[in-house]
């Protein structure tokens, strides 16, 4: 059964750069599509242009410099300690991973089982990493995409929520093919918090189940 919340999901944004699916985020929640509030963006980049968006929002913004916990040889779960704390402070239901490009620890993953997602520009389990467009093209693919997924452990390994796949094109750079796929991310992600949201999404090992899927053909999987 969806769950009709009485009060909105209390969400937090972890990310390290431009924010164009942070943006998209905040726009579904502001025009009405998503039960949800941003409760938090924090990033591990001072100059983040996601913290200005959030700002711009009127969001809470937060820089949690990664030197303050240099030099430990836990640094890792220490500063994950630190933005576990943020979390709980801000009583964080769901944490999303939004261009956040640091790997996050055991700390934060078992605080947050298939509470935290995270959106890849890859047609996962092809292409985890880095510079993934490229290595699409470079493979010679005819589908490319994008997947957001719990988050586990393994980067870019948890299980996955939704996918969409876009055509790579002769003509392609890893430039054109990442922003035919960054149109779709900013689809998807809002579509999988809103599932989440409404209490939709079954997680049964590695699987993910969407229940009650309307009969319409309701777009849980998309393509272009
Ligand atoms: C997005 O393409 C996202 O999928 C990717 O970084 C970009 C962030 O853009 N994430 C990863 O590669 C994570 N493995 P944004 O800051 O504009 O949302």
Redesign the pocket.
């Known amino acids: 059964m969806s769950n009709s919340r009485t009060t909105p999901l209390r969400v937090a944004v972890l990310?390290s750069?431009?924010?164009?699916?942070?943006q998209a985020i905040i726009d579904a929640i502001e025009a009405g599509q998503i039960q949800a509030r941003i409760v938090a963006v924090i990033s591990n980049k001072k100059d983040a242009i996601?913290l200005e968006r959030a700002r711009k929002h009127g969001l809470k913004d937060l820089f949690v410099d990664p030197k303050l916990f240099a030099g430990r040889p836990d640094s890792r779960e220490a500063y994950d300690r630190a933005l576990l704390e943020v979390l709980q402070e801000h009583n964080v239901e769901l944490v999303l991973l939004?261009?956040y490009m640091k790997i996050v620890t055991a700390v934060l993953v078992n605080a947050y089982v298939n509470r935290m997602m995270?959106?890849?520009?890859s047609l996962l389990p092809s292409f985890p990493g880095l510079d993934v467009q490229k290595k699409a093209i470079d493979w010679g693919c005819k589908l490319a995409g994008?997947t957001v997924h719990f988050v586990t452990e393994g980067v870019?390994e948890g299980p996955i929520i939704i996918q969409a796949a876009v055509p790579v094109l002769d003509a392609d750079s890893s430039e054109t093919l990442?922003a035919r796929i960054?149109v779709q991310?900013h689809r998807i992600y809002p579509r999988a918090v809103q599932l989440f949201a409404d209490g939709r999404l079954r997680v049964d090992g590695r699987r993910v189940f969407v229940d009650n899927v309307k009969p319409d053909g309701e777009a849980i999987i998309s393509s272009v």
Request: hydrophobic share 35%; charged share 15%; with cysteine.
């Open positions: 990310a750069g431009r924010g164009s699916n942070l996601a939004a261009g995270n959106i890849h520009p994008c870019d990442a960054l991310e």
